[in-house]
């Protein structure tokens, strides 16, 4: 299933619309942000898809979208679970 409806909300903490969902996840020092996407990109990895994100120092700013697809997907929803969750054990 992708997510194509206009009414689409993205999960709770994230912004976006059908096409991307973004969400900025802060962190006490830059080596926990740094150390928090090492273990995502293993997530990454295992489910073959990956984000655009960007780091400044404590802060990390995750965007999803399956590009091949031009809007949010399973795939971007199960990552952001899973980021959530990772997220969560800091």
Not at 18 to 41: G, K, L, N, Q, W
Not at 53 to 77: E, F, M, P
Request: proline share 6%; glycine share 4%.
């Amino acid at each position: 299933m992708t997510t194509k409806d206009p009414n689409f909300r993205p999960p709770e903490g994230w912004s976006g619309d059908a096409t991307a969902i973004e969400r900025e996840y802060r962190f006490v020092d830059f080596p926990a942000a740094i150390a928090f996407m090492v273990a995502a990109s293993f997530r990454c990895e295992a489910a073959n898809h990956h984000p655009d994100w960007t780091n400044v120092w404590n802060r990390l700013t995750v965007r999803l979208s399956t590009h091949d697809a031009g809007r949010v997907t399973d795939k971007d929803l199960a990552l952001a679970a899973a980021f959530d969750a990772l997220y969560a054990t800091r």
